[in-house]
């Protein structure tokens, strides 16, 4: 019995494309051809096709299938690295799905920043572009840090407040906007005090992290807001100070 390459392609439950590709990998050898020119498949082609589709089903390389099939000795080796790699796909698999599902239940957007989907709808463009490069700089702790104090904030009248800020607001709406943030600002402060020296819990270089801080800040915030950032962090910062003296105290023990 002889085969086109149609039928061997239905046969086997595979495609004349993908025949012709297994031909151009050395993976399946040329068969004989008619007087006429067409192709004639054997038994051993059908076979040697069906092993090749069971190695693609166990997510075999096709560049490893042909030492899989030759070096019997290597089969362990082989298919335990491919395992590896399956199991590092289901994982993957399984945090799509979930990111997936917290997606749809917090109604936010699909390029949210992971872990934020609870409250992603609520970000602003711009808190949401800088949440992003957070994640890729700063530690995992870090970050719960950070959903926790974002959690707390959205919705919030002074957030919202800031983020409606033009980039002409006048003076007294800055300081305005600039002590109505303040006290959540200082809170963290307590709360967390790593964000008083944030390069300490990168996972990047200190200037590699400031530089794409400051460029990212400079970049998604309009004039106005960021004069009001600099304003409340320096408003929070002398607050904690006056509250907590203790390093003044210590200069002015005696000795020192």
Known sequence: MA??????????????????HYHRLGLLELPERTVNGYKQYGVQHVVRLLRI?????????????????????????????????????????????QDIAAILAGNGPADGPRGFESVSAQLSSADSSMLHLYAQLYDEDA???????????????????FNALGPD??????????????????????????????????RHSAEATTE??????????????????ARSDAIARSRLQQADPADDDAEDEPGS
């Open 3 to 20: 085969w086109s390459t149609r039928q061997l392609a239905d046969l086997t439950g595979t495609t004349v494309n993908t025949v012709r």
């Open 53 to 97: 589709r069971r190695l693609v089903e166990l997510g075999v390389p096709l560049a490893q299938i042909s030492g899989i099939s030759s070096e019997v000795e290597r089969t362990p080796e082989a298919l335990l690295a491919v395992d590896a790699h399956l199991a590092e796909q289901i994982e993957q698999l399984q945090r799509a799905r």
């Open 143 to 161: 970050i719960a840090d950070l959903r926790r104090m974002v959690e707390a904030e959205v919705g919030d009248s002074a957030e919202a407040a």
């Open 169 to 202: 607001a006048d003076d007294a709406t800055r300081q305005r906007v600039a002590e109505a943030l303040a006290p959540a600002m200082e809170q963290h402060m307590r709360d967390y005090p790593w964000v008083l020296d944030p390069v300490a819990r990168s």
């Open 212 to 229: 794409a801080f400051v460029s990212a800040v400079v970049e998604l915030y309009n004039p106005a807001q960021l004069d009001v950032l």
